[in-house]
Structure formats: C-alpha cells, structure tokens
C-alpha cells in the first residue's frame, strides 16, 4: 500500500489543483452556456503544440524532447492567444450564427488539422493519445510546480476581479445592458482560461480536462447557487472521483484518466438522483403544510 501512494500522490495533487480551478472556469462556462469552449481551447492549444513539433522534427530530423516541449509551449500559449481574440470578437450581434457552432467548427478545424500534421510524425498515434487523455499518471513534480504557479497566478487575478468577471459572465446572453469594457473582460476571460488549459492539457489530455471542467461544476449546481460553495463541491466530488480512479488503475491495471472520468460521470448520476428525491420530498413537505391549512 505504501507503494501506490507513493506512487500516486503527484497525480492525485494535479488532479487536485486541475479540478479546483476548472470548477472554477466550469461555472463561468455552465452560465454562458458555451460547454465546448474548454475542449476547443484545448485542441487548438494541442494544435500549436503539435506545430512546433512538426516544424522542429523538419528542420533537425531528430526527436528533441526539451526542445518539442520549450518550443511546444511558447506556440501553445501563441494558439490560446490567437483563439481568445477570435472567440472575443466572434461574440457580435452582427454575427448571426450561434458562438457555441463557431466553437465547435474551431475544435473540429483544429482536432483535424492536428491529425493531419501528426500523421506525417514520427510516434503519431503515441502523439494523438497522450494528445486526448493526456498522462496525468507520469507527472513529475517540476510539472505540478509549474501547474500549481499557474493556478495561483490565475486563480488571484480572478479573485481580485472576480465582481468584473461574474458581472460579464452572467450578462453574457444579453444583447444590452453590457458592463463597462464587456469585450476586454471577456477577451481576459478566455486567455487566462487559455493559459490554464495549455498546462493542463499537458498532464490530464484533453477529455480528461473537459470532464474536469463541465462535471464537477454539473454536480455543484444541482445543489448550490453561491459561486464558493459550487467550487468547493466540485472539488469534493473531483477529489473522490480522483481517489477512486486512480486505486481502480492500481488494482486492475487500467489507464487512469477513463477511470476518473468514469466515476465522475457517476458522481453525476446519483447527483442528480440525490437531488431528485429531495425535490420529490420538499413537494410532498409543502403539499402536506398546504391541506394542513
């Protein structure tokens, strides 16, 4: 036993500080409404990555991980940038198609031409999985450092600005009444969500983050509306998930991420089952006060 929490405690760390701050994100993504935001921003990120791959294979010839990674994360940061600017001012009232189709044909645009690029790599199909469910299992502690410092950074610029980005958050769908400078808290919006993303693709993949960022905040809303009870129970529900994917990769020898994800999806379940039956009670409780009157 000793062994597998030796083992496992960088990847349940990560995983922590990875759920904290998509729960975060997940509840600004739930209220506006644009659930794919997270896993386009993701592939276009993996998109840049996979550029500078490409580019630094053709140019040596030979497989150089520290400079990949260097040269990885610098054109992943470019790639974030770029898709902020464009999802900021794809939201117009001039454009008439839905922001949510727009961040769809991104993510397919991207996921296709990484596929395209990678297929012409070297070790593509290693390229592409770790590209989607990431290996979360192998972080190092360098990676979690780095992760945790960018967690911090954002998670405080958040905090300090928290009123301007709920405000734009929840006025997201509206048409007038925008806040002031709307558009530079939304394009601050997306990059600093895009600078989250590029470090946690790294280590959880791209299903895995998705999942971390749209179940937990799922689960939250059934049973809170203040912003800080939502994230802390995203992150009770994403931490046990977390312990039990990772003990169910340890006994059975199965890979870690589709076990997290599986049992978030059940946390999601008995949620909302959990929040159906209080719901069925509180009607019978009022209907029994009411014909007691």
């Known amino acids: 036993m000793a062994i597998a929490i030796d083992f496992m405690i960088a990847p349940f760390i990560a995983s922590i500080l990875l759920i904290f701050i998509m729960a975060y994100f997940g509840i600004h993504v739930i209220e506006r409404e644009i659930i794919f935001i997270d896993i386009a921003l993701a592939q276009i990120a993996a998109l840049g990555g996979t550029v500078a791959l490409v580019i630094n294979r053709l140019q040596t010839g030979v497989e150089g991980h520290a400079h990949d990674h260097g040269a990885g994360l610098i054109m992943s940061y470019l790639f974030c940038l770029l898709a902020a600017m464009m999802f900021t001012a794809l939201k117009n009232k001039k454009i008439t198609i839905p922001l949510e189709a727009l961040i769809g044909i991104a993510y397919a645009v991207a996921t296709t031409a990484a596929v395209i690029l990678l297929d012409k790599a070297a070790g593509s199909d290693v390229h592409i999985h770790d590209m989607l469910t990431g290996t979360i ?83 939250s809303a059934l049973f809170a509306v203040r912003w800080t009870f939502r994230v802390l129970i995203g992150l009770f529900a994403g931490g046990i998930s977390t312990l039990l994917g990772l003990y169910l990769s340890w006994v059975m020898d199965i890979p870690c991420s589709p076990a997290i994800i599986l049992f978030l999806a059940v946390f999601l379940v008995l949620a909302v089952i959990i929040r159906t039956v209080f719901n069925a009670l509180n009607r019978t409780r009022t209907g029994k006060m009411q014909v007691s009157e």
């Open 137 to 219: 299992l192998w972080v190092t502690w360098p990676q979690i450092i780095r992760l945790g410092i960018v967690v911090i950074v954002v998670a405080g610029f958040h905090f300090i600005f928290r009123e301007k980005f709920k405000t734009v958050t929840l006025s997201y769908s509206e048409v007038e009444n925008k806040p002031v400078n709307a558009r530079l808290w939304d394009f601050l919006f997306y990059f600093t969500f895009g600078i989250v993303i590029v470090e946690a693709v790294n280590i959880g993949g791209i299903l895995t983050i998705f999942a971390f960022l749209i179940i937990p905040a799922s689960i």
